[in-house]
Every structure is written in structure tokens, then in C-alpha cells.
């Protein structure tokens, strides 16, 4: 076996591409097992959400469509419901884009948890 | 009693005599004064403090107390480490001899030589880190492997400068940008380039922001940096409990060199995950990371005495040091620019500089560089996948290298 000690240019070389390549093999080598992983977990929720669904109550025909509406699973990227106290919801929609604004975030990444007007009193 | 004589015994002893009276004196003040330039960077200009301020201490601590012919009251004694290393001499490999003749940094340094506190850091770096960015997103594992071209470069590079395989090795793992691999490796194979081969690494970790976005400009236009990427998918409890028994069966069985490594990260990353050891997790993050990252500092800073560091090798250290984090930035931008093309511009090729490790550090810096042109865009989360991939691709370099010339 060669000297690895003072080791020759040329085996330098092969060294340094070898090491190269056996990094790339073990990171794709994980790489396919993360993907993997990530397609069972998928299926798996895929399998959930369509038991939840299935679960769900059927729906008056009559009923009203908010009804259901709120029965379903949320979309996906939703940020939730948002709750107003005492607040009209153009104000609302005023008040979420100035604070958008301010912080110089696109609405659709803050998450507005409720809205409550704040009386003299409590001031 | 004679005053006079005691006196005079005093100060031929003291250190003050000793930079002048011994072989090489002199050259301790030097160290001296480099001791207090990396203080400064330490505590005014923040760069890595926790490592930085130990190491220039551990530095300044064997430079006033280490002298040639006069080194029975150091703290840190090169001669006796150099008897240890000695093959076929009377103490090679003898802790005992060690225990017998230590100083107080000396002990320190025990857990260096055995590799304990670079895996034990590592053990606190997987409970502080959360790989859900690289689940949900494992393409990041390729600009993880990309990044670390800089290591095998300075590998080659350091050859060519006339040193030897297992030295050319620990220098070129510089380009992990991984200071507990670094270290890990070099007292593996080149324990006499440890001092420089550490401060190299960290100073030019505490560097990134200055050396990669010059480069990230050059490689990439402006269409490409304003690139917004689309959030990534959640990613389940299962997978991130699950994902670090993956790794450490896989890679471990692949290289079985990075146990100590990667076996440590995905230990302390499981505490952190598993939701049953939030105790223990604590523990690896804050306590035992606190108390390790004390005695390596000090007693890598300690491994810096005159004799040993001022020379020619330190400066080609130095400077193969900032060639390898040079390259290495290129190749995760190349893999980032491979990702841009072959996704239809939907990813941003900033985030591949992130590669390099550094966690999180060079994810801020890509998060940065992105929003200088694009005041919306948050790159962060999606450039932590492939920072996280390169303390594991680091890893998988150090393993390799370590098998190759062990």
C-alpha cells in the first residue's frame, strides 16, 4: 500500500475526489431514505385526514352552508378563524393590513389570533 | 537566610526574566499580544465569544507560564505531549506519564486528546438543532455534500504546500466549517497543527458574514437572489423522532469512523425530539454544553504556545484555511445554482452557501443577502436545511478522512 504519509500528488488527488464522491453517496443515500420516510408520512396523513373526513357527520340537506362550513377541516395554509369583539370586520380588515404594513410582512404571513375593541373604561 | 539570594531567585524565575533569559522568549510576547487581539475580537467585536474568549485565555495562560528550559510551573506542557506522541519512546500513549506531570490545562486537554469534548458539543448542537427544514426539504442534503468541496480542495491544496497526508487532512477539514469536527480530527491525526487548525476554523466561522457574501454576489444575479420560495411542508413528531435513529443506523453503518460524531448529534438531537427526556435535552443544551465548551476552549487555547505556533505552517494554515471556506461557499452556490436551473427558478440559490455548516450562522447570512434584495423574502427556514446537512456532510468528510489516514 502506498505511503499515506507523504503521499504523491497524483494519489492526493484521487484521494480528494473519492472523499468528494463518498460524500455525495452517504448525504443521496439519506437523501432517498428522508424521501422515503417523508412518502410513508404523507400516505399515512393522506389515510387520516380521509377517516376524519369520512367520519364527519352527513350534512342536512336543508341546513344552511355555514353550518357545514364549519364542521370541516381547515384548508391547507390557513391561519384559522380569526375572532372580533366589539369590532366591525372593515375595521378588522383595516387594522390587519396597517399592522402588515408596518412590519413590512405580507399579510397572508401574520396570524391574527382575534380583535377586541378597547372601551374608554378600560383604558 | 540569605534575602538577597532568595530574591534573585525569584526574578531569574519570573516570567519577565524569561522573555528575555530563555531560547525564544521573545516569541512569547508575541503570543502574548495575540492573545489579547483575539480577546478584543472576542468581547468588542463578538466574533464567536463563547469559544473565542476561552481560547485567547487558555493562549495567554501557557504563554506566561511556559518557557523552554524553565517549564516546571506551566500550566500546559508541549514537551510532556510531545513524549505521549513519541512512537516507541517510554510514555507513548501513557496517560499515567500525563497524570503525573500535568498542569491544570494539561488535564484539561485530556479530554481533547481522547476526542471527548468535540462529540459531547456535538451531543449539545443536536439537542439545540431542529432538522425539520431538512425533513421537510431533503434535497438539502445535496447542497450539504456540495459545500463541502472546499474541504477536499485545501486537502489537495495543502499537499502541494509540502504537508503530510494526515496534516494536509485536518487542514482541509477547515472547510467544514465545523470547529468540533476540526478538532476532532486534527488530534486524530496532526495533534502538533491544533492550535492553529482551531483557531483558523473558528476565526473564520465568526468570519462568514464578511467572506461569503461578497461571493454569493458574484455567482448569482439579481433575478435568482429575489427568488421567493414556497413555504415547506409540516413535518410530523414521528419523522423528527424517527430521523435520528435513520441517520445514526445509516451513516454510521456507511462510515463507521463518524460514531463518535454523528452518534453524539443524533443522541443529543432524540433528547431533544423524543418528548420523554426534556430533563436530558435541558442538560446537552445549556449545562454540559457550557461546561465542555470551557475546557476545550481553554485547553485548545492552551496548545498555542510559541514554540509551536510561530512558525510558516501557521500562516499556510491560516491561509488554506480561507481558501477552503472560499471553495466550500462556492460549491454549495454551484449546487444552489444546479437546484435553480433544474427547478424552473423556484429555488433560491442563495440558500447553498448555507451548506458549509456553520449552524446557523451562514443561514442568517443567506436570510440576509436574500432580503438585501427582497424585503418579503425569508430565506431562513429553507436555508437551515442545508446548513444542518453540512454539519452532517462535515462529518461524513472527517469519517472519510479519518478512515483513509487513521
Redesign the interface.
Known sequence: MED????S?PT??G??????L??????????C???I??AI?AKK?AKEEAAALAALPVPDQDAPLLKLENTLPKAK?TAGELKLYNTDPKDAAMIMAIVADSL???LN?LRFISIREVTDDEV | MNIMGVLGKLAGESGFASFVLTEGGWKNLVMILIAFVLLYLGIVKKFEPLLLCGIAFGCLLSNLSYFIEMGQNAVYHPDIWAEFLKEGGDHYHSYGYIMREAGLLDFFYIGVKAGIYPSLIFMGVGAMTDFGPLLANPKSLLLGAAAQLGVFVAFFGAVLLGFTGPQAASIGIIGGADGPTAIFLTTKLAPELLGPIAIAAYSYMALIPMIQPPIMKLMTNDKMRKVKMVQSREVSKTEKIIFPIVVSTFVILLLPSTAPLIGCLMLGNLFRECGVTDRLSDTAQNALMNIVTIFLATSVGATMVAQNFLNLDTIKIVVLGLIAFAISTVGGLCGGLVMYKTSGGKINPLIGSAGVSAVPMAARVSQDVGRRYNKNNYLLMHAMGPNVAGVIGSAIAAGFLLSVFG
Open positions: 499515506l504519509v507523504n503521499i500528488i492526493a488527488a484521494t480528494a475526489l473519492l472523499g468528494y463518498v460524500v455525495f453517496f452517504g448525504l443521496v443515500l439519506l437523501m431514505v428522508l424521501l420516510m417523508g408520512g396523513r395554509g413590512g410582512k405580507p404571513e
